[in-house]
C-alpha cells in the first residue's frame, strides 16, 4: 500500500466546510440506538470548540428511509427537505449540518437535482408554499457533522486526554474507519477524500494518533442496505454482508471500528451478536468483538468524556477492552445507572460474544 | 492500342498538368510534420520521397513515440525495434529533424504558416501535418482499481517495459506470481471516466501480453477480464485461439468492480461474470491495466491553436471520415495517426501514407487552380 498514492487523490476531493453557525439537523434513529453521540457533538461543538449551533425543535425527518425504501415518492421528499431548509431560512442560518449520512445524500440530492433540473425546484417551492406558506433560501453550505469534525481534529487533538494509543504498547490503535455509503458513493466531490478511499475519518484517527487499518472489503455495505434489512425475508443478505466485513478485517486485528453512519454502528455493532449466536464467531480478543463506535463517541474519549456519558452503555459489544487499551478509567458499576446514580438492571447477556 | 487523336481540350489540359508539374518542381513545398511517431517518420519518409521539403518536430530527444517503449508486437510477435529500425535511419536521411522541440505557435498569413519553434526558430510551411498522436489513459483516474496505491497494481506499458528490459515478472516483493488477472477497457468505453470510445488495440494487446506471460511463467494461471473481445484485425482472432488453446489464458467476461489489496498485498478484484451469471471474487498477484488511448497533449495543444474541430471522442475530427480522413477544415492542416483516433501500428502507417498523398493532392490542386 502506497500512502502516497492516497494522499495525491486525496487533494482532488477537498469540500468547503462552514466554519461556525451551523443549523443542526438530527438523524432519525441514532437517538434510539446510540443517544450519546449525537449528545457528544453537540458538547464538543458548543463547549470545546466554541460554536455557534443551533437545533430547531420542529425539524422532522428528510425521509430518507422512506424515499430509499421506495415508501414516499421524489417530490415529497424535495418538499420535505424544502420545509427544513425555509425553518434554517427563518431562523437566521444558512450553513446546514447534518448528523445523518442518508439525509446529507438526501440533502445533497436534492439540491443536484434542483441544480440539474431548474423546473423540480420551482414546483417544490410551490408545494411547500400550498402546504406551509414557507419560503426558503438554499443553503450556502451542506457539511456532514463528520466533516464538520474533520475539520477541527487538530483543535480536538490539542485538548486531546486520551489519543488513540495502546497505553500499555505506546503502539497507535489499530483502527477501521468505515464510511456510510450515502456519504460520497453518490456525490464523491461531496465527502472529503472522495468515494474509493474517503479521507473524513482517516483524518480524525491521523490526528487522534491511531494507525488505520484498510483492508478488502473496506468499500463493502455494513449490511443494512436498507432493502436488505427493512424487508424482514431479506435480512440473511444483511449478516451476510456483515460477516464478509468481518472475515475481511479480522486477520488484521483491529481494536476499534470508527463509523459516520447511524445504520453502520448499528449493524456492525449488534451484527457481531447475530454473527456469534448463528456461526459461533467471534472477531475480537479473547472472545469479545471489536468495539464500534460512532466518530463523535470516540472525539469524546479522546477529549476525556466519561464513557458511560456518552452512551457508550448502549452498544451491544463491550467497549472495555477498548478503554483499557486507551487507558481511559471507568466504574463498571455505574454502566447501567440511571439518574441520579440509580441501577437500572443489566440486559441479559449473550452466550457466545462475551459482554 | 489504339492511339486516340488529343481534341484540343484536352490538349490544353495536359498542357495545364506539365505546366503544374513544373511549377511544383519548380516551387519547392515545405510542410512540417508535428510528431515523430510512426505516422509522423512515415508521412515524412513518403513526402520526401515524393519531392517535398519536410521538417519533422519531435518534443521528445529521439523518435520513434509509443513503439519505442514496445518489446513486441501483435500479431506475430515480431520486435518492435525492427519498425523503429526501418522508419528512424529513412526519415533521419531524407528530412530535417528538430528533437527536443516544440511547436510554441502557429500563424497563418499569405498563405504560408508561420510556426514558431521553442528553440526560437520560425519555419515557413506551405502545410501542416499533425501527427502529434496519443496518450495512454492515466490509469490513476480508474480510482476503483488503486493503481499508485496497490502495491501490485501495474499498467500494461509498464508490462511491456519489463519485458522489453528482460526484466522478470515478479510481484512488488520479489516473488512469483502464482496468479495474473488482465483487465481490459481501463479508460475506454467508460462512461464514469468520460471515454465513451474503444480505444481498439487493448483488447489483442492483453491476448499477445497473457500469452507472454504464460510463457515465461508456465505455472502462472493467467485470467483476462473483458467486456467483448474485439479481435478486428486480421490473425487477431487466431491469437486469441492460441491464448487459450495453447496457453491455456482464461478470459472471463465481466468487468472489474473495485480491486482491493490484502493483508498479503495480493489484490482481491471482484468481477461479475456474464456468462456463469454470477459475481465473482478472486485474488490475483499481480494485476494488469489495459489503459486505452487519449488524446495527447500535444494533439490538444494543436487543436486549440489551430482552431480544429474535435469528435466527441476529443481526437481531432477529420472533414469527412469516408473520404477526406486526413484533411481538416483549415486549408493547409492535415492529421495522420492517432491524433484522429485510436489505430494499430499499421493502421497507422497505412494512414500516413494516405496523408501524404493528400497533401500532394491538395498542393496539385491548388498549382493547378493558380494555372488556370
Given at each position: 500500500m502506497k500512502i502516497e498514492g492516497k494522499r495525491a487523490l486525496w487533494k482532488d476531493y477537498q469540500k468547503a466546510i462552514a466554519d461556525d453557525h451551523y443549523f443542526y439537523v438530527r438523524s432519525c434513529v441514532r437517538q434510539t440506538f446510540f443517544p450519546g453521540a449525537e449528545k457528544a457533538f453537540i458538547e464538543i461543538m458548543k463547549n470545546r470548540l466554541g460554536k455557534d449551533l443551533y437545533e430547531e425543535p420542529i425539524h422532522t425527518t428528510c425521509t430518507g428511509i422512506a424515499y430509499h425504501s421506495d415508501i414516499v415518492p421524489l417530490e415529497t421528499t424535495m418538499t420535505v427537505v424544502a420545509r427544513q431548509f425555509a425553518l434554517m431560512t427563518e431562523t437566521g442560518y444558512e450553513n446546514l449540518a447534518v448528523s445523518c449520512v442518508t439525509s446529507f445524500g438526501v440533502y445533497s440530492e436534492v439540491l443536484e437535482t434542483w441544480h440539474h433540473f431548474p423546473e423540480t425546484e420551482e414546483k417544490t417551492r410551490e408545494m411547500l408554499w400550498k402546504a406551509t406558506r414557507r419560503e426558503f433560501k438554499k443553503p450556502a453550505n451542506v457539511a456532514h457533522a463528520s466533516d464538520i469534525i474533520y475539520k477541527f481534529r487538530d483543535q480536538i487533538a490539542a485538548q486531546a486526554v486520551y489519543p488513540l494509543i495502546n497505553r500499555e504498547t505506546g503502539k497507535p490503535l489499530r483502527v477501521v474507519e468505515h464510511i456510510g455509503c450515502h456519504y460520497a458513493k453518490m456525490f464523491p466531490h461531496k465527502g472529503v477524500g472522495g468515494a474509493e478511499y474517503p479521507y473524513v475519518l482517516v483524518g480524525m484517527i491521523e490526528s487522534w494518533g491511531g494507525e488505520v487499518v484498510d483492508y478488502p472489503e473496506r468499500r463493502h455495505c455494513c449490511g443494512f442496505g436498507f432493502r436488505q434489512y427493512l424487508i424482514q425475508a431479506n435480512r440473511g443478505y444483511t449478516f451476510s454482508n456483515t460477516k464478509k466485513k468481518f472475515d475481511s478485517m479480522?486477520?488484521?486485528?483491529?481494536d476499534m471500528i470508527i463509523t459516520n453512519c447511524p445504520g453502520c454502528p448499528l449493524f456492525l455493532d449488534r451484527g457481531q451478536y447475530a454473527i456469534a449466536e448463528l456461526e459461533g464467531i467471534t472477531y475480537g480478543e479473547n472472545g469479545y468483538g471489536i468495539p464500534v463506535l460512532t466518530f463523535e463517541e470516540v472525539a469524546g474519549l479522546v477529549l476525556g468524556y466519561d464513557p458511560w456519558d456518552l452512551g457508550l452503555?448502549?452498544?451491544?459489544?463491550?467497549v472495555e477492552p477498548l478503554l483499557d487499551k486507551m487507558g481511559i478509567p471507568y466504574d463498571p458499576a455505574m454502566?447501567?445507572?440511571?439518574?441520579?446514580?440509580?441501577f437500572i438492571g443489566s440486559p441479559e447477556l449473550p452466550e457466545t460474544l462475551k459482554c | 492500342m489504339q492511339v486516340r487523336a488529343e481534341s484540343s481540350s484536352e490538349a490544353l489540359n495536359c498542357r495545364k498538368h506539365l505546366n503544374a508539374d513544373i511549377l511544383l518542381m519548380h516551387t519547392r513545398k515545405h510542410i512540417v510534420v508535428i510528431g515523430g511517431g510512426v505516422a509522423g517518420m512515415e508521412s515524412a519518409i513518403h513526402l520526401c520521397d515524393m519531392g517535398y521539403e519536410v521538417t519533422l518536430v519531435e518534443k521528445q530527444d529521439q523518435l520513434g513515440g509509443h513503439v519505442l517503449k514496445w518489446d513486441f508486437l501483435f500479431p506475430d510477435h515480431r520486435p518492435a525495434y525492427e519498425i523503429t529500425n526501418e522508419l528512424c535511419p529513412s526519415v533521419e536521411e531524407k528530412a530535417n529533424i528538430k528533437l527536443q522541440t516544440e511547436v510554441k505557435n502557429i500563424v497563418k498569413q499569405n498563405g504560408h504558416f508561420e510556426v514558431a519553434l521553442s528553440d526560437g526558430e520560425i519555419l515557413t510551411a506551405d502545410a501542416l501535418l499533425v501527427a502529434t498522436g496519443f496518450d495512454l489513459f492515466d490509469?490513476?483516474?480508474?480510482?476503483?482499481?488503486?493503481y499508485g496505491i496497490y502495491d501490485n497494481v501495474i499498467t500494461a506499458a509498464e508490462l511491456e517495459e519489463r519485458f522489453q528490459n528482460k526484466i522478470p515478472i515478479r510481484t512488488a516483493a520479489g516473488k512469483k506470481p502464482a496468479r495474473v488477472g488482465f483487465v481490459h477497457c481501463v479508460g475506454s468505453r467508460d462512461e464514469k471516466v468520460g471515454n465513451e470510445y474503444c480505444s481498439k488495440v487493448c483488447c489483442v494487446t492483453a491476448v499477445k501480453q497473457a500469452m507472454r506471460v504464460k510463457e515465461s511463467l508456465p505455472g502462472c494461471e493467467v485470467f483476462c477480464f473483458y467486456m467483448d473481445l474485439r479481435m478486428f484485425g486480421r490473425y487477431f482472432e487466431d491469437l486469441y485461439r492460441e491464448a487459450q488453446e495453447k496457453w491455456g489464458v482464461q478470459f472471463i467476461r465481466g468487468r472489474l468492480s473495485e480491486a482491493a489489496e490484502d493483508i498479503d498485498h495480493r489484490i482481491i478484484v471482484k468481477v461479475e461474470d456474464t456468462l456463469a451469471g454470477r459475481p465473482l471474487r478472486m485474488a490475483v498477484d499481480l494485476l494488469v491495466l489495459l489503459t486505452g488511448f487519449v488524446p495527447s497533449e500535444g494533439t490538444k495543444r494543436m487543436a486549440a491553436m489551430l482552431n480544429l474541430p474535435l469528435g466527441n471522442d476529443r481526437f481531432i475530427k477529420p472533414s469527412d471520415e469516408h473520404l477526406r480522413r486526413n484533411l481538416t477544415p483549415v486549408p493547409g492542416v492535415f492529421v495522420t495517426g492517432a491524433s484522429s483516433g485510436p489505430r494499430s501500428i499499421s493502421e497507422s502507417i497505412s494512414d500516413a501514407r494516405a496523408a501524404a498523398l493528400e497533401i500532394a493532392a491538395w498542393f496539385n490542386h491548388q498549382t493547378q487552380h493558380a494555372v488556370k
Open positions: 479480522a486477520p488484521y486485528k483491529p452503555q448502549f452498544h451491544q459489544v463491550a454502566k447501567y445507572a440511571g439518574p441520579g446514580g440509580k | 490509469a490513476h483516474k480508474k480510482e476503483e482499481y488503486g
